[in-house]
């Protein structure tokens, strides 16, 4: 844990330590289980349809008659992002795509009140002294509709003159352009002031951010779209990987005694906490904190899975203390998830205890009733069981992941996919936009990667648990319980959170059945 920060050097040494043993003994353990990952996940993504609203190419009214650009255009054409705004309601996202490119918005709210601005809430680098383009192109149902695109950075609003050119039949190009000042860090686009008319809806398409004083012919934005060789090189990544882990564990845990790796990974959850414990108390009592992992809830899963690998390699002693530093690092993320992960990490542990067994459990049941009595000790982990905004949010997601299953059953969307499809099909009334994943494994898996990926999966937990299993390895295959326990509600397994230190524990459980004089599976 105390290496997983850094991220490229460990992995590149534990891959390499990984090939070196698979070519030194010529075997290569639970090698079909990791081919049958990466050919079935692999399988799928030649067969699946990622969500695209474009056609192929922009329309001509937005390419001819305009000089060809020499900088990027930074914004996407994607406007599901498009919000009408008002003072009394703020704003409000009501775009719907209709076609073409085009996305559609009211010029009145629900409640019949008029949207006074129309924006994007995404910003973008500025430099001063230079000047930028807005532009982008409209069509409407009245026979007037009047505009003032406004540039919004740090600064506030600076509304420009702002030009408004029919290109073709009911289609319009918006325009105007702004030299940004000192203190101007980032804009705000798209973004511009509702005029008035006698329209009742707007179609807005195509727009474009760009250096210079006038539009160029629009140039495709990022779309957040990922191409088949990143998606086939990120699945087939993850599965060679973690299959090059698995041998650098088997030739490490034959190298050292188990027990200095457990004081190891210990030591770095020492670092964690401190690191964490400090971000806790910079940041107020009720803040979670991420420690030196991404976000909170990889803290708390990683906490975890390396209390759970210290007790593998170190016992039951070392797995004790391992247990309670994880507990403080949970608070400090509250991760709801990894809380009852622990609490059935613990069991695991107590049950190991033998005639200690009563003492401990009695322990565990009085610090229950504790809780019980005061639920505000545990902070946000006394909500574990609470259905909030959060877990209303997780609600919508498996509701969306299953839309995309039923769209494409065999290889789904395409891995990266999954935040841009819930954005241009969103349930009704979001609570959160954008999510980065489904947050539960299998059906993040259906919606990227269909029943391929899923079945890639099966076989893999089917290989590795039957070979723990064969070994004896009953704390290892309980670790494995536990990363599908974190995976109930997110979507963690193949972080370097989870991931890798599942594949140690894997390791060490097979290492004895799998020492170089023995033949490999």
Same mark, same amino acid.
């Given at each position: 844990?105390?290496?997983?920060?850094?991220?490229?050097?460990?992995?590149?040494?534990?891959?390499?330590?990984?090939?070196?043993?698979?070519?030194? +003994?010529?075997?290569?353990?639970?090698?079909?289980?990791?081919?049958?990952?990466?050919?079935?996940?692999?399988?799928?993504?030649?067969?699946?349809?990622?969500?695209?609203?474009?056609?192929?190419?922009?329309? *001509?009214?937005?390419?001819?008659?305009?000089?060809?650009?020499?900088?990027?255009?930074?914004?996407?054409?994607?406007?599901?992002?498009?919000?009408?705004?008002?003072?009394?309601?703020?704003?409000?996202?009501?775009?719907?795509?209709?076609?073409? *490119?085009?996305?559609?918005?009211?010029?009145?709210?629900?409640? *019949?009140?008029?949207?006074?601005?129309?924006?994007?809430?995404?910003?973008?680098?500025?430099?001063?002294?230079?000047?930028?383009?807005?532009?982008?192109?409209?069509? +409407?149902?009245?026979? =007037?509709?009047?505009?003032?695109?406004?540039?919004?950075?740090?600064?506030? !609003?600076?509304?420009?003159?702002?030009?408004?050119?029919?290109?073709?039949?009911?289609?319009?190009?918006?325009?105007?352009?702004?030299?940004?000042?000192?203190?101007?860090?980032?804009?705000?686009?798209?973004?511009?002031?509702?005029?008035?008319?006698?329209?009742?809806?707007?179609?807005?398409?195509?727009?474009?951010?760009?250096?210079?004083?006038?539009?160029?012919?629009?140039?495709?934005?990022?779309?957040?779209?990922?191409?088949?060789?990143?998606?086939?090189?990120?699945?087939?990544?993850?599965?060679?990987?973690?299959?090059?882990?698995? =041998?650098?564990?088997?030739?490490?845990?034959?190298?050292?005694?188990?027990?200095?790796?457990?004081?190891?990974?210990?030591?770095?959850?020492?670092?964690?906490?401190?690191?964490?414990?400090?971000?806790?108390?910079?940041?107020?009592?009720?803040?979670?904190?991420?420690?030196?992992?991404?976000?909170?809830?990889?803290?708390?899963?990683?906490?975890?899975?390396?209390?759970?690998?210290?007790?593998?390699?170190?016992?039951?002693?070392?797995?004790?203390?391992?247990?309670?530093?994880?507990?403080?690092?949970?608070?400090?993320?509250?991760?709801?998830?990894?809380?009852?992960?622990?609490?059935?990490?613990?069991?695991?542990?107590?049950?190991?205890?033998?005639?200690?067994?009563?003492?401990?459990?009695?322990?565990?049941?009085?610090?229950?009733?504790?809780?019980?009595?005061?639920?505000?000790?545990?902070?946000?982990?006394?909500?574990?069981?609470?259905?909030?905004?959060?877990? =209303?949010?997780?609600?919508?997601?498996? =509701?969306?992941?299953?839309?995309?299953?039923?769209?494409?059953?065999?290889?789904?969307? *395409?891995?990266? +996919?999954?935040?841009?499809?819930?954005?241009?099909?969103?349930?009704?009334?979001?609570?959160?936009?954008?999510?980065?994943?489904?947050?539960?494994?299998?059906?993040?898996?259906?919606?990227?990667?269909?029943?391929?990926?899923?079945?890639?999966?099966?076989?893999?937990?089917?290989?590795?648990? !039957?070979?723990?299993?064969?070994?004896?390895?009953?704390?290892?295959?309980?670790?494995?319980?536990?990363?599908?326990?974190?995976?109930?509600?997110?979507?963690?397994?193949?972080?370097?959170?989870?991931?890798?230190?599942?594949?140690?524990?894997?390791?060490?459980?097979?290492?004895?059945? +799998?020492?170089?004089?023995?033949?490999?599976?």
């Amino acid at each position: 844990m105390l290496l997983l920060p850094l991220k490229a050097p460990w992995f590149a040494t534990a891959a390499g330590l990984g090939l070196w043993r698979v070519l030194r +003994h010529r075997q290569g353990v639970l090698a079909w289980a990791f081919g049958a990952l990466a050919v079935a996940g692999g399988l799928g993504q030649l067969l699946a349809t990622p969500p695209n609203l474009l056609p192929q190419v922009a329309p *001509g009214f937005a390419t001819s008659n305009l000089p060809p650009g020499q900088s990027p255009n930074l914004l996407s054409p994607f406007l599901h992002g498009l919000l009408g705004w008002n003072p009394e309601e703020g704003g409000q996202r009501a775009a719907k795509a209709v076609g073409d *490119g085009f996305w559609r918005i009211p010029q009145h709210s629900p409640a *019949g009140r008029r949207y006074v601005e129309f924006f994007v809430d995404r910003w973008y680098p500025l430099e001063a002294g230079k000047t930028y383009t807005q532009s982008f192109y409209i069509r +409407h149902d009245g026979s =007037q509709a009047r505009f003032t695109i406004t540039f919004f950075t740090q600064r506030g !609003h600076h509304p420009v003159p702002t030009q408004m050119e029919a290109v073709a039949p009911g289609v319009w190009r918006v325009w105007a352009s702004y030299t940004a000042q000192e203190g101007d860090r980032a804009v705000r686009a798209i973004d511009f002031f509702n005029e008035g008319g006698d329209f009742t809806y707007l179609e807005v398409g195509w727009a474009q951010l760009e250096e210079g004083p006038t539009p160029t012919a629009y140039r495709m934005g990022p779309t957040g779209l990922k191409s088949l060789g990143w998606r086939l090189w990120w699945w087939v990544g993850v599965a060679l990987l973690g299959f090059l882990v698995l =041998q650098a564990g088997l030739w490490l845990f034959q190298s050292i005694p188990p027990s200095k790796a457990a004081w190891a990974i210990l030591l770095g959850m020492l670092a964690h906490l401190a690191y964490a414990g400090w971000q806790w108390l910079e940041a107020g009592p009720g803040a979670r904190v991420a420690g030196l992992t991404p976000q909170p809830n990889f803290l708390g899963h990683g906490a975890v899975m390396a209390a759970g690998l210290i007790w593998v390699l170190g016992g039951k002693r070392l797995g004790g203390v391992a247990l309670g530093l994880a507990a403080a690092l949970l608070f400090l993320s509250g991760s709801r998830t990894a809380f009852w992960a622990l609490l059935l990490l613990g069991g695991a542990w107590a049950w190991s205890l033998g005639r200690s067994r009563p003492w401990v459990l009695g322990l565990a049941g009085l610090l229950g009733a504790l809780a019980l009595w005061q639920p505000e000790l545990l902070g946000r982990l006394s909500q574990a069981l609470t259905l909030d905004h959060s877990a =209303q949010a997780r609600l919508q997601f498996w =509701q969306v992941a299953i839309q995309a299953l039923r769209e494409n059953p065999l290889g789904g969307i *395409g891995f990266g +996919h999954f935040p841009l499809y819930f954005d241009l099909n969103p349930p009704p009334n979001p609570i959160e936009p954008s999510p980065p994943h489904a947050h539960n494994l299998a059906l993040h898996l259906l919606a990227e990667g269909g029943l391929l990926a899923l079945l890639g999966l099966g076989i893999w937990l089917l290989g590795v648990g !039957h070979a723990l299993l064969k070994a004896g390895a009953r704390p290892s295959l309980t670790l494995l319980g536990i990363a599908l326990l974190l995976n109930l509600t997110d979507f963690s397994l193949f972080s370097a959170w989870v991931y890798y230190p599942l594949l140690l524990a894997v390791a060490f459980g097979l290492q004895k059945q +799998h020492s170089p004089a023995r033949v490999g599976l």
